[in-house]
């Protein structure tokens, strides 16, 4: 009977041991499900705070990369505008040694053509011509060489 008593204990122990397992298994299973409901709870509190802070970073990266960019760009158009006055200064040379007239030059010269076509208006017309500006002696010595010399009547060939 001792064998049995032994027996019977033993299975008690065993039976009880089972049920404290099958408790602590019990209360595991019941944390898991708390701390994931707890972790469900908090882990929108935190997506809601880390979206908070994700959008608040990118405002300044945006106004940081906003400030650069216009930065570069003042930067380039001080550039361009450097490069278009080399450019042009280089190309009125290079009209200049070729003999190309500016603007300027017309501009003086369109003016002049006007008062002369008002004076032979006004001597075609027979009113004596207000007084004119005096030529420059640079400007007669141009027209000296451009004009074409005068033909000398040609000897009359006589034929026998």
Known sequence: MAKKLKALAGAVADNQFALTVKDSAHQ????????FAKAQEEGNKVFDALVKEGESIQARTRKVADEKIAEVAGRAAGTWDRLETVFEERVARALGTLGVPTKKDIDRLSKRVAELTAAVAELS?????????????????????KAPAAKKPAASKKTV
Request: no cysteine; net charge positive.
């Open 28 to 35: 595991i299973w019941l944390a898991g499900l708390g701390a």
């Open 125 to 145: 017309e027979g009113k004596a011509a207000p007084a004119a500006k005096p030529v420059p002696s640079a400007t007669r010595a141009a027209a000296a060489k």
